[in-house]
């Protein structure tokens, strides 16, 4: 049984998604990357075109305002696919430019969290604080009387 198993397996071809699934990705890998310096005569086709020979392509923005013109978004659908590209396509030529092919950064949206989250912990804080000391929202010149604990 398990010698047919085998030879099963193997009349499927190479298995190399194992060997991805082991190897280990730095933590700024994405399947997000981030391309500047492209013509600005560009499509979303030739996008597709170039960025399409390294792996399937879920989404791809291209900037059409002033100041997001030669820049777009492109999304694939496998990160070793997206790692394949940044590290073949940065610095290829597209259009007599030379094209920067960056991971997209998530640094701003953490720092966003990050400050919602510290802004609610500094509320709580703020309310504990008014709690245990009897301050009153309504008038910061009234205070309210403490409660004395129950022993």
Known sequence: ???????????????????????????????????????????????????????????????NKRDTLGKAYV???DIYD???AVDHLSGFNVGGRYIIVLYHNNKRQELLKQEKMDTKRKQEDLDNLKA??????????IEKPKKKKAT
């Open 1 to 63: 049984m398990f010698f047919l198993r085998m030879m099963l397996d193997d009349m499927d071809g190479p298995r190399n998604v194992g060997a991805r699934a082991n190897a280990r990705l730095p933590p700024e890998v994405n399947r997000a990357i981030y391309v500047k310096n492209l013509p600005y005569k560009i499509t979303t086709d030739g996008i597709y075109d170039i960025f399409g020979k390294y792996g399937a392509l879920r989404q791809v923005r291209l900037g």
């Open 75 to 77: 999304v694939f659908e």
């Open 82 to 84: 997206a790692k394949n």
């Open 132 to 141: 245990k000391y009897g301050v009153d929202e309504s008038d910061p010149t």
